[in-house]
């Protein structure tokens, strides 16, 4: 336990010194005014999140702050495509970060949310155990298409269901267990 708060605390350092390094790169006032993109921009970028949340500040959300809804539920493999951006014509480091955040941020608002909302592990698990009962019917229809046999598909599906059924019942089990644990 002692470790883990040594390990916290090392993170916590660590990301500090990373704000203050951004920070200090965007707000310095002699480079950042002299500083003109003729031209910036970035390849699309694919990112995958897993994130497992530590703490939900319920006095923030009675107040209205819902981005700690963010925090009730783990993600997990939740893969963000950040397309691609060029502007140009652009000062200063802060006003490219700046434009090329408010672009990532309103194309993820109106293209990927429902990724976002299919890795939250609870909606994840039911959308996984759906396509295991799904299984039960596609499975043997295949099946009776591709060769006529029907018991074999009716076991390729009921093995295919209960294999997806089980492991997301563990991971759902796992996820909320280390939630109600985090609070």
Known sequence: DNDDEEHEE????????????????????????????????????????????????????????????????????????????????????????VELAKYWAIDFAKHQTHKYVAGIQPVRSLVNMGSGIADLVIIPVQQYKHDGRITKGIQKGAKSAVQKITLETLDLSDGLFTTVHSF
């Not at 704000?19 to 993109?37: E, G, H, P, R, V």
């Not at 893969?79 to 691609?84: A, F, G």
């Open 10 to 97: 090392g993170k916590d350092e660590e990301k500090e010194e990373i704000k203050q390094d951004i920070l200090q790169m965007t707000t310095s006032s002699a480079d950042n005014a002299d500083i003109y993109f003729q031209k910036f921009s970035f390849s699309e970028l694919v990112i995958c999140v897993d994130y497992n949340p530590r703490r939900v500040d319920f006095d923030k959300l009675r107040n209205g702050d819902y981005s700690q809804f963010v925090h009730l539920f783990p993600l997990c493999l939740v893969e963000i495509k950040l397309q691609s951006f060029e502007i140009c014509g652009c000062s200063g480091w802060d006003g490219a970060f």
